[in-house]
């Protein structure tokens, strides 16, 4: 029975013979924003519905605030909500139906 020295074999079938060594290292567009890989579209879609809760939680926060205290000033907004105000510091419904 003939012994297979083990290190031998492994450095004559490196993983340069078989193009295992083919990584692709691009820049992060390549990378995260045009990928294909399954997982960095997992982690694209996990972030973009927890920003859009965020936002759409910040929103319902405002809108309820309004509801609540009708007649309270929302100006202090302004610069952040900018055409959504009122000048009497109110949420317009007609510009929200309008954008």
């Known amino acids: ?14 993983h340069t013979e078989h193009g295992h060594d083919e990584h692709h290292h691009g820049n992060f567009w390549t990378n ?10 997992a982690k694209q879609f996990l972030i973009t519905g927890m920003a859009w809760a965020l936002i759409g939680g910040i929103l319902s926060v405002l809108f309820r ?17 900018g055409g959504w105000l009122t ?9 929200i139906w309008h954008w």
């Open 1 to 14: 029975m003939a012994t297979v020295d083990l290190h031998t074999h492994a450095e004559t079938h490196s």
């Open 87 to 95: 000048p009497e510091g109110k949420i317009d419904p007609e510009f």
């Open 65 to 81: 605030l309004q509801l609540g205290f009708p007649e309270s000033d929302l100006s202090w907004l302004k610069p952040i909500l």
């Open 32 to 41: 995260y924003v045009f990928s294909e890989d399954h997982k960095v579209i």
